[in-house]
């Protein structure tokens, strides 16, 4: 849980960099779900405070290639599980554009993720 910890607040310093602030927070979101999942009830400030003193001195790029590929396994994996990206409709020219993604339902959600095929 400490390196997931630790890599929470590296994902955090990396998104003040507005260049890596998109890639950064999705990072920050991934470890809070793993410390969420592997220690419920954790008193998350308590736990980054405590971190935050040991990472003193660490070179945050050293954390960043320590982290990043986690994140980036964890990527690949959801986008596998969704059957990876979408081929285009037939007959769309190459390098056209996809079709804009649905606009959010009522309650500000997404809409349904569709069923998979029966097997």
Known sequence: MSGDVQCLLTMYALSQDKQRQQAAVLGAYFFLGRISARS???NLPAAVKAEAAKMQGKSLTEEAKRCGPMVEGGMRALQASFGGPRPAPSGAAPGTAPA???PPTASGLPPAIPQAAPK
């Open 100 to 102: 804009p993604a649905p």
């Open 40 to 42: 419920p009830g954790i």
